[in-house]
């Protein structure tokens, strides 16, 4: 027994001693917001509208900013070296000759608050909700606005952390799109994010049909690496309001 725990501590110290990746703070949303990213990730001026990272709270003139993590052809051969996607197709789904791996796109919205329990409304850049909504409740209120834009219920899936109040909404079929949000006092982070690489893995090798047969927990498993969730959420636990 005593080896087994001294086996133990010493994988814990081990794991104690892996270096995470550097992060790099971003400031952005004219000023209003700080962000934390994986160093390699890098701030990029899509040419135009990119709809994989739209949500339904977004708008241009709230001045979204993106960051793209370059390198998703060598992602991709690395990943799935026997693949059998076209290259044409691949140069413009990976950002159009901009070799895209995985990106990022942050939206802030205003919060008004109500007392009565049922009014929740929205406008540009403004979502009015209860003064009583909590964070699960808007984050089930964003997931139903967002599965009824892309796909429906079937085909959405849902996750939200209590601890953090971060959720994440996945839309899997026809146009993959992941959405995550984390509410900070009387504003609204919205995080649209996509790896690239792994989404062409989720179509490809994905669990098909057996999906609609897995637990929400297994939903979740299986489309968050597409969603690039990791970083998503790693951004929205380090938010600050400015």
Avoid at 204 to 214: I, L, Q, T
Wanted: hydrophobic share 40%; net charge negative; glycine share 8%.
């Amino acid at each position: 027994m005593l080896r087994g725990l001294i086996y133990l501590l010493s994988l814990g110290a081990l794991a104690a001693c892996v270096t995470p990746p550097p992060e790099e703070a971003h400031t952005l949303l004219d000023g209003r917001l700080e962000v934390a990213l994986p160093e390699a990730y890098e701030p990029f001026a899509w040419p135009q509208r990119n709809l994989r990272t739209q949500s339904s709270t977004s708008s241009e003139s709230e001045g979204p900013e993106d960051f793209i993590l370059r390198g998703g052809e060598g992602a991709l051969e690395k990943k799935f070296p026997n693949h059998s996607y076209d290259p044409a197709f691949l140069s413009r789904f990976l950002g159009g000759g901009e070799d895209i791996q995985a990106n990022i796109r942050f939206v802030l919205v205003e919060l008004s608050f109500a007392n009565d329990a049922q009014e929740w409304t929205s406008s540009e850049n403004t979502l009015g909700i209860p003064r009583s909504a909590t964070d699960q409740d808007l984050h089930d209120r964003l997931c139903e606005s967002f599965s009824a834009q892309w796909s429906g219920d079937r085909y959405t899936v849902a996750h939200f952390d209590p601890e953090s109040g971060i959720g994440g909404c996945v839309n899997i079929i026809g146009a993959f799109a992941a959405q995550f949000s984390r509410r900070i006092d009387d504003k609204l982070v919205i995080a649209g994010a996509m790896d690239f690489v792994e989404v062409l893995i989720f179509e490809k090798r994905g669990p098909g049909k057996a999906f609609f047969g897995m637990t929400d927990e297994e939903k979740w498993d299986a489309v968050k690496a597409a969603a690039n969730a990791e970083v998503a959420e790693q951004a929205l636990r380090s938010a600050r309001l400015r």
